[in-house]
């Protein structure tokens, strides 16, 4: 009975999971609450999978990569993986899945995904892609390359384990190497060749959850001695992040700037989070304004980033920023500065009008409705807006970041890794080593550490509790002797691969560990009846552990679930190639580096 209550719960899971009725974190925790009150678990096993150690680890790396993304090491990182930009968008995903499966190949697919995934969504905010392009590819890549080589995965050390135990002998260092680099291979090649354009058809409803971005306009100046200087116009714009539309050298605008000159204006657009970090940028500055002072009373306040709409009655209305003399007298920076669309459009003209003298920003008469991008401290914020100067319509705590603090944070991050994978410490402790170093350090500020996508780890919790309850209640197992009694009909080689794809399935509501050591006894049984080796069988089944590309609930695909907006739907169209790759390379190859007979 217990068997047949924990397929129902999967079932209604992947349902709600697909058609996305409720939020994907209210569905995990039902999840939860279905298992502990059918009593297929105790309330205890049911929610033992929130302190799982995987689940704290993954926890700890999300935080960490705050501390990466705080000292500006993902903003450097991510400028050079945008150059990959110039060979086209297949190009680009081609080459950073080539750098993701290598790293995957001796680095678990958890890690690697956690550690490149804001470098990517940087880089590729540079080269100008949308996020759901390049961050199912990334998971996809990471989970690739831990078929190569035996640490890859966890999975692949636990089939090791079991398979010794077996009398199979354990999986030599690089003996999955053959089948893995195949596979890897081919699945890189037919997410490039396919993945833009599968994952283009479901962009209309990713587009209509998406909040609408006002485009800001800003000029950041190059100042002597910048790096920047000498650099061609389209690497500095990938260095940016921001969009570049044009370039302002002595005061007049230049048509076809080739590379940048000291103290040029370059006039960038982009939404606000991208203009801050353009400001931020090392080697730049904001021209024409000056750095928000400490507060009133001499104490430091807290900076913050705000974007605030200038009102009828207010006394901006007609003035420029520096006839205000917000600057000078309060701290006040403006960094950009939002139209309506006409208006915005003439004030692009303005400041690249070629042959006569191009404002700058902060000359340009300011308007009723204009949203202007400012940064200055709190207090003064909240002056202006109790005076009715200024409308704030959103704001955020400014944290610059902290450069001096990049090699720190590299460090503990590699350490805290180096520490888990050696097993000196366990990888959660290992994790929170390494986080509470970043904070304690000065890396990164311990509010800002905690800004990670809790439903990762909501989802990550609820799919280890309903692995439980598959290898538990023998609900797995069940499965998979019924389909391989079937097979059984088809010869040696229909067997390995209906096990494959076995495997592949039961990876979704199970683990990867759980649904291979799930279908490993019947890989045994099957070999035995079949009068075969049992290795290429056990080989199958581990090399399938590892490749599940259909469901956003393996923990690599979790990660970027949410910052992709994916639905349950665009990993089943876009896995669906690449889980056909992999069972065709098992299906050839596998029969061939270790024969069946």
Not at 463 to 476: H, N, P, V
Request: aromatic fraction near 6%; hydrophobic fraction near 55%.
């Amino acid at each position: 009975m217990a068997a047949v209550i924990a397929l129902a719960v999967v079932v209604v899971a992947l349902v709600l999971f697909w058609k996305e009725w409720v939020p994907i974190e209210v569905t995990s925790l039902l999840v939860v609450f279905l298992l502990a009150v059918t009593g297929v678990l105790t309330p205890e096993e049911a929610f033992s999978g929130f302190s799982n150690d995987t689940v704290i680890f993954i926890f700890a790396l999300l935080a960490m990569t705050q501390g990466l993304a705080a000292t500006g090491v993902v903003r450097a990182l991510a400028g050079r993986l945008g150059f990959l930009s110039r060979l086209g968008e297949r190009a680009f995903i081609v080459a950073m899945m080539t750098i993701v499966a290598t790293f995957s190949a001796f680095v678990s697919n958890t890690v690697t995904t956690a550690a490149f995934l804001p470098v990517v969504m940087s880089g590729a905010a540079r080269a100008r892609l949308p996020n759901r392009h390049v961050l199912m590819p990334l998971s996809f890549a990471s989970m690739l390359g831990g078929t190569i080589v035996l640490f890859g995965t966890s999975t692949n050390l636990v089939m090791s384990e079991v398979m010794e135990r077996a009398g199979l002998g354990a999986i030599r260092v690089f003996e999955l190497a053959p089948a893995g680099l195949a596979i890897t291979i081919l699945g890189i090649a037919v997410v490039g060749l396919f993945g833009p354009r599968l994952l283009r058809r479901g962009e209309a409803a990713a587009d209509e959850a998406a909040l609408p971005e006002r485009a800001y306009l800003a000029e950041i100046a190059v100042p002597h001695g910048s790096p920047h200087v000498g650099r061609p116009v389209h690497e500095f714009a990938h260095a940016l992040g921001a969009d570049p539309i044009g370039v302002v050298r002595g005061e007049r605008a230049v048509a076809s700037a080739k590379e940048v000159r000291p103290e040029d204006r370059v006039v960038v657009e982009g939404p606000p989070e991208k203009i801050v970090e353009a400001a931020d940028a090392h080697g730049v500055a904001v021209p024409d304004a000056e750095a928000a002072g400490p507060a009133r009373d001499g104490s430091e306040a807290a900076v913050l980033v705000v974007e605030a709409a200038v009102p009828p009655d207010s006394r901006l209305v007609g003035r420029t920023m520096g006839e205000a003399r917000l600057a000078e007298r309060l701290g006040v920076e403006l960094l950009a500065i939002h139209r309506r669309p006409a208006a915005h459009r003439a004030t692009r003209r303005a400041l690249l009008w070629r042959g006569r003298r191009a404002p700058s920003i902060a000359t340009l008469p300011i308007s009723v409705g204009d949203v202007l991008l400012l940064r200055a401290p709190a207090d003064r914020v909240r002056e202006l807006a109790s005076a009715g100067v200024l409308l704030v319509l959103t704001g955020f705590e400014h944290d610059p970041p902290r450069r001096g603090k990049a090699a720190l944070a590299v460090a503990l991050f590699v350490g805290a890794l180096a520490l888990g994978t050696a097993e000196v410490l366990p990888m959660s402790v290992a994790g929170l080593a390494g986080l509470l170093a970043m904070v304690l350090t000065g890396c990164v500020d311990g509010q800002r550490a905690l800004r990670i996508d809790w439903r990762v780890v909501l989802l990550i919790g609820s799919m280890l509790a309903l692995g439980l309850a598959m290898e538990r209640s023998g609900a797995g197992k069940l499965v998979g002797e019924v389909v391989a009694r079937a097979a059984a009909f088809g010869g040696p080689r229909t067997v390995m691969v209906l096990l494959a794809v076995i495997t592949i399935l039961l990876s979704a509501p199970m683990s990867n560990q759980a649904a291979s050591l799930v279908v490993f006894p019947v890989a045994l049984a099957a070999a035995h009846r079949l009068g075969i080796d049992p290795r290429p069988l056990a080989i199958a089944v581990t090399l399938a552990g590892s490749c599940s590309f259909m469901t956003p609930l393996e923990p690599s695909a979790m990660l970027v679930y949410g910052a992709g907006r994916y639905r349950f739907a665009d990993f089943v169209r876009t896995g669906a190639p690449v889980t056909a790759a992999v069972v065709i390379v098992i299906a050839v190859l596998v029969p061939i580096v270790w024969p069946l007979g």
